[in-house]
């Protein structure tokens, strides 16, 4: 594998960008979440003002339990996207991950799109971004926190993108020893995330064991990278190899309930191909604390801040509505109400 020099980064962000808003970079698997349905309540005994959508995480109060979960940085492109994704989230006052920081962290001219964040955002739960393969040491991870006054550190992991891109990193072995050391070291949460394709119970309950403070599952039936990684090729042997991956993963649904049922004491977060508040609902009565979503806030923060604002509003207020119409007045009721399985 040959390091990447900053240009062929700033084109590998751009390209990512640019696929996403413009491919059909959807998974072939659905994220199962219609296989979970809410039991109706016709008497839901509360009244709709009184629903509560406050969350408290990692010290921070949230105004509702969403995510925009990590994409970009380091590139031109970024930094507008950025900027609106910070005002929107500093508005809602909800949480924010960044794009991978590694760019930025060896070319100093890459810093700027991830540090108008905070001047944006100064009091949303933010998060760094790095990648677990590129975990060399600990001052890597501190210098990638200290860039964005960040309050927890995402660590991604990716294994099945980097072994599909030609420039990818796929020295996978030792890491979860990596990760243990970092997480004894840091001061803030440590907590891993996938890309797409779930984390299953069993690495879960590795990663707990190394100490890391939540899981977001990232799961299959959103965005699938075998398909942005296929968009950006023109070796058509390499396009096919890709698209064998189309179905790849585990689907949110199932990755959520795995993680919850194999680790119960750690936090949870939900996402991958979460579109809507009623599927936001369903991820947090299957035992998440925060969903995150990806894709529609790329959309909107092409357009505008106030785009964005209007994407977490339809969220909450499909959320909300979800809650009146289970009959759950709180984010805790919500697990506790019928979530019914009706698939196979
Ligand atoms: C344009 C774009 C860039 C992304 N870059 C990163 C990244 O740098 N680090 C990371 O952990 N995840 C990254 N992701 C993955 C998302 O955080 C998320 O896990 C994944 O897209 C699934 O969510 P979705 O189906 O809601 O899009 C990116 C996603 C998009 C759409």
């Known amino acids: 594998m040959t390091e990447p020099g900053e240009n062929q980064i700033k084109s590998r962000k751009a390209d990512h960008i640019r696929v996403n808003l413009e491919e059909d970079v959807k998974s072939g698997l659905t994220t199962g979440f219609e296989n979970y349905h809410f039991l109706h309540q016709a008497l839901p005994e509360l009244d709709f003002i009184d629903i509560d959508l406050h969350q408290e995480l990692f010290g921070t109060n949230l105004n509702s339990p969403f995510l925009i979960s990590s994409m970009t940085g380091g590139v031109e492109r970024a930094e507008s996207i950025n900027t609106f994704l910070a005002i929107a989230a500093q508005e809602k006052k909800i949480a924010l991950g960044l794009g991978s920081q590694r760019a930025a962290l060896e070319y100093d001219q890459l810093k700027k799109s991830f540090q108008v964040v905070r001047k944006f955002a100064p009091d949303v739960l933010l ?22 006054s960040a309050n927890a550190l995402f660590l991604h992991l990716n294994p099945l993108q980097e072994a599909l891109q030609p420039e990818g990193d796929t020295r996978f072995g030792g890491l979860l020893e990596k990760i243990e050391k970092l997480t004894h070291v840091l001061n803030i949460p440590v907590v891993v995330k996938e890309v797409g394709w779930g984390i299953s119970g069993e690495t879960a309950r590795k990663l707990a064991n190394a100490g890391v403070a939540a899981i977001d599952v990232a799961g299959a039936g959103g965005t699938s990278w075998a398909m942005v990684e296929k968009f950006r090729m023109n070796d058509e042997m390499k396009r096919r190899v890709a698209d064998n991956f189309r179905d790849w993963g585990i689907p949110t649904a199932e990755s959520i309930v795995q993680v919850h049922h194999s680790v119960p004491e750690l936090s949870v977060f939900a996402s991958g191909g979460v579109r809507n508040g009623v599927e936001a609902a369903k991820c947090l009565a299957l035992g998440a604390c925060l969903v995150g979503s990806a894709a529609p806030f790329l959309k909107a923060a092409m357009v505008s801040a106030e785009e964005v604002v209007k994407t977490i509003e339809e969220f909450e207020i499909t959320l909300k509505i979800t809650m009146f119409s289970s009959g759950a007045k709180d984010l805790a009721s919500l697990e506790k109400n019928g979530l019914k399985y009706t698939g196979r």
């Not at 790095?130 to 860039?147: H, P, S, T, W």
């Open 127 to 148: 998060f760094a971004n790095v990648g677990a393969v590129q975990l060399n040491y600990v001052d890597f991870c501190r210098r990638a926190i200290e860039m964005v």
